[in-house]
């Protein structure tokens, strides 16, 4: 018996061992419970990208921790530092390895990363086939970096040696002779050496051969030991914001093979499961509509058989008054889903969720949730987001008047870090670095930057313009007065809010057609040190036209001009077809200004017929392959100019692109299509219909792609715009079509955006009178870890092979947490279409 039992023991503890040893699963990356190590299944790309989704990635009991593992030459690499190709990606299964080839052609360097599964954890070895170049000895190093937000206020060791993580950056650095610092992205400079000729040069927090991350948390618990390398601990926030924490090694001069090998050991708690994710609708629900709860598994729980809902009295006490049955949905991707339907309680009050051991915050149901979805949005984030202008809330200056030296004509030949370039000739009258005058006016920032995207101050426009014609929406909570360039946030001043926001957005817009002659690319930094500004928008620049006659950074005897190159440039080349949208904006907007300000109005529609004309004629002279019509893309502009002008024409070009686009692809199409209906008559609706049934099989089949029902984008920016979109589209498609789209699929776009998708369930519309929204989002504040009210997150990003991911306490990833004037701008004519259909 002893024997038996002994025997039964000595094979539970291998079984025990087995499974606390990372494998090589299908979707080639390592993993255990609790642990998985990405081995460069997300590439880097350079200059727009952060990079801080790259690389070798720790996804550390279900947060991703660590990412960039890679060869480097800086030891706290910034934004725009060059980072490697990665030219050939093997896996070997029988060896556990994946191996990556990095080359920085820069410098025609080349090294290969050997990643090895070794029972509970991984070693990292870096390989040289030829020594170290010359100008990188002492500058190339294997690093990888660790979630600041994670780690801040836990302890470390290294070699024995006890510290604390700060919560603020500290550290010290040495300053370095510019000859010595490694190229950045196709030149550009991050930083402005004030003339000293030196860059800052981080030195470590600490050095040692041994490294403990956080022993007293263990699900962030990490242990790095090098045999043959000094670890060096860095804090990357000492050069900018969005830095993490570094672990580095140097490369070593002079020799080849293997040069460098780390062990890198996650800890992974025994028999952790990650938590349910109960996802709700943050803001409440109206009695009468669906109420639905998808609940994200991890694939190891087993799932409950019921759920309930509890009540909360006006005591405080909690009643259960409803269980139901959980049902399957099935697997997406990492985890494992099913779904609790609640639609059978009608009765308002304040309501939690009970799953399992699992209680979620509370919540409303009642009939008025939806009145405040866009107040804080229309209120708040879009007028603190006009350019040329102070805007003041209470006590408090979100920004002072921004630019007033104006703009300056972008060199030809410029290419410009936020992925604009400036042609081999200006296309206007004025010359390089000459001030354009009268472009500092109007027009809004476009996200948590501050250029004018003349693209997307289109599409604002638009947006603004279809919002007031559909809805008429007269909320007046914001005081503009364009002589005096003052915004007063929650001051009404008389006139509805929108239209002085249209009034704005075409302002600056018409400054470009006026004086350009046609429509910028963008109006931008001229230095990349400007354009990674966090602050204050006004201080971005002296307020002062550059001088090239004075030193740098000294200002005029007469007060009037400077020798500082901080002044914004205006990128004029021509694009006929941002000419063409500009001309449809016009029409659309002198139709709203009519009544309000008929100079503009007036103007607006001046140059929309200017531009339409001239747009076409570049267009008809361009060489065959790239004229022809404008394609299906333009359908919109067909269409407003038709609303615009009542000219048959236009509508004869719009249902001559309408149908075969439809054809193609009626999930993409049909929104353009619906705007056409109250201006089409009866023959067009019945010929749209078989289309709105088409797009009803696609709402379907979105129920049958993913629990949420949504379309959930996959690319490296967060799919909220689509959601958002999706969203506007059923509402138009339910407004006319009733009978087809029921008012049933009104809420699955405001579930998604208000708690219920994967990773977390906070609602992503910042403080949209929800219990749990988003904390932190990526602003122009967002160095404050804050948000700027009504702001709409991306969303929820993807990272392959698998892992969904939106941190809420870390601003700094664009492309999960930074909200757009084009995406906003469109939640707003999504907000106003679902709340006037669901009252």
């Known amino acids: 018996m002893k024997k038996i039992l002994a025997t039964l023991f000595a094979c539970f503890s291998i079984a025990i061992l087995t499974a606390q040893e990372l494998k090589l699963n299908e979707l080639e990356y390592f993993e255990k419970q609790g642990v998985n190590y990405l081995i460069y299944s997300n590439l880097f790309t350079g200059g727009f990208n952060d990079e801080k989704n790259a690389g070798i990635e720790l996804i550390h009991h279900g947060v991703r921790t660590a990412q960039g593992g890679a060869i480097r030459l800086s030891s706290t690499p910034e934004q725009w ?107 550009y400079n991050t930083s402005d050496d004030r003339g000293s000729g030196k860059f800052i040069d981080p030195l470590p927090l600490e050095t040692g051969r041994s490294m403990v991350l956080a022993p007293d948390d263990p699900s962030r618990l990490v242990k790095i030991s090098s045999p043959d390398a000094d670890l060096l601990l860095y804090d990357g926030r000492i050069l900018a914001q969005n830095g993490w924490f570094v672990v580095r090694s140097t490369l070593p001069a002079g020799k080849t093979g293997k040069v460098l090998s780390w062990t890198v050991d996650a800890n992974a708690i025994d028999g952790w499961i990650r938590e349910p994710n109960i996802g709700f609708s943050q803001v409440g629900y109206q009695p009468s509509q669906p ?183 007269q909320r007046d909570q914001t005081f503009v007065n364009q002589q005096q360039r003052y915004v007063d946030l929650h001051r009404p001043d008389g006139t509805p809010d929108i239209l ?169 199409t049909l929104s353009t299509a619906l705007d056409a209906v109250p201006y089409m008559n009866a023959s067009f609706i019945d010929k749209l219909r078989p289309y709105v049934v088409k797009y009803k099989d696609y709402i379907d089949s979105l129920e049958k792609n993913n629990p949420y029902g949504v379309p959930i984008g996959l690319g490296n920016w967060a799919g909220s715009g689509d959601v958002v979109g999706f969203g506007t589209t059923v509402c138009f498609a339910h407004k006319f079509f009733p009978d087809i789209i029921d008012s049933k699929q009104l809420y699955k776009a405001s579930n998604y955006l208000f708690g219920c998708h994967p990773y977390h369930n906070y609602s992503l519309v910042a403080t949209l009178g929800a219990t749990r929204p988003k904390n932190v989002f990526y602003g122009n504040n967002r160095a404050d870890f804050s948000f700027i009210p009504g702001n709409v997150a991306p969303g929820i990003l993807f990272r392959k092979p698998d892992h969904f991911e939106n941190y809420d306490d870390w601003p700094f990833l664009w492309g999960q947490n930074e909200g757009t004037i084009g995406g906003n701008t469109g939640y707003l004519i999504f907000g106003e279409a679902f709340r006037s259909l669901v009252k």
């Open 291 to 473: 109420k639905i709860s998808v609940i994200e598994l991890d694939k190891k729980d087993k799932p409950e058989t019921s759920a309930s809902l509890y009540k909360l009295g006006d005591d405080g006490t909690a009643t259960k008054v409803f269980t139901g049955n959980v049902v399957p949905w099935g697997d997406y991707f990492k985890y494992h889903y099913v779904k609790f339907d609640f639609s059978s309680v009608t009765t308002p009050g304040i309501y939690y969720i009970q799953y399992g051991a699992v209680k979620t915050n509370n919540f409303l149901i009642e009939k008025n949730v939806y009145d405040n979805i866009t107040k804080a949005t229309s209120d708040v984030w879009i007028p603190i987001h006009m350019n040329h202008m102070t805007v003041n809330e209470g006590y408090r200056i979100w920004h002072g008047e921004p630019f007033k030296e104006g703009y300056l004509q972008a060199p030809p030949n410029t290419d410009h870090f936020d992925l604009h370039r400036q042609g081999p000739t200006t296309d206007t009258k004025y010359k390089a670095l000459e001030l354009i005058p009268g472009l500092n006016i109007g027009g809004f920032f476009d996200a948590g930057d501050f250029d004018i995207e003349t693209g997307a101050n289109i599409g604002v426009v638009q947006n603004f313009v279809k919002t007031w014609e559909y809805f008429k929406p």
């Open 500 to 668: 002085q926001y249209i009034e704005h957005g075409t302002l600056n817009l018409l400054a470009q057609a006026e004086i350009i002659g046609h429509m910028a690319q963008t109006l931008s930094n001229a230095v990349l040190d400007n354009y990674h500004h966090l602050g204050d928008a006004a201080s971005i620049t002296d307020g002062l036209p550059y001088n090239p006659k004075l030193g740098a950074h000294e200002i005029a005897a007469d007060g009037k001009s400077s020798g500082v190159k901080d002044d914004m440039w205006a990128f004029t080349s021509r694009n006929p077809r941002l000419d063409f949208r500009a001309a449809t904006m016009f029409a659309a907007a002198s139709r709203a200004l009519k009544g309000y300000n008929d100079g503009l109005a007036d103007r607006a529609l001046k140059q929309s017929k200017r531009l339409l004309k001239e747009a076409s004629d570049l267009m008809a002279n361009q060489p065959q392959e790239n004229a022809g019509p404008f394609g299906s893309a333009n359908m919109a502009t067909y269409l407003q100019l038709f609303i615009a002008t009542g000219e048959q024409t236009y509508s004869d070009e719009f249902l001559k692109l309408l149908w075969p686009a439809l054809e193609r692809n009626v999930s993409f």
């Open 81 to 187: 530092d060059l980072v490697p190709v990665i030219s050939n990606r093997k896996i070997d299964r029988m060896l556990k390895t994946i191996e990556a080839s990095l080359r920085y052609a820069e410098y025609d360097f080349d090294s290969r990363i050997v990643v090895t599964a070794k029972g509970k954890a991984i070693e990292i070895a870096v390989y040289l086939d030829k020594p170290l170049p010359k100008a990188l000895e002492g500058k190339a190093g294997f690093n990888l970096e660790f979630l600041p937000s994670q780690y801040w206020n836990k302890a470390y060791l290294v070699d024995g040696r006890y510290n604390r993580f700060p919560r603020y950056v500290v550290g010290n650095t040495q300053a370095k002779p510019n000859s010595e610092k490694p190229k950045q992205f196709k030149g």
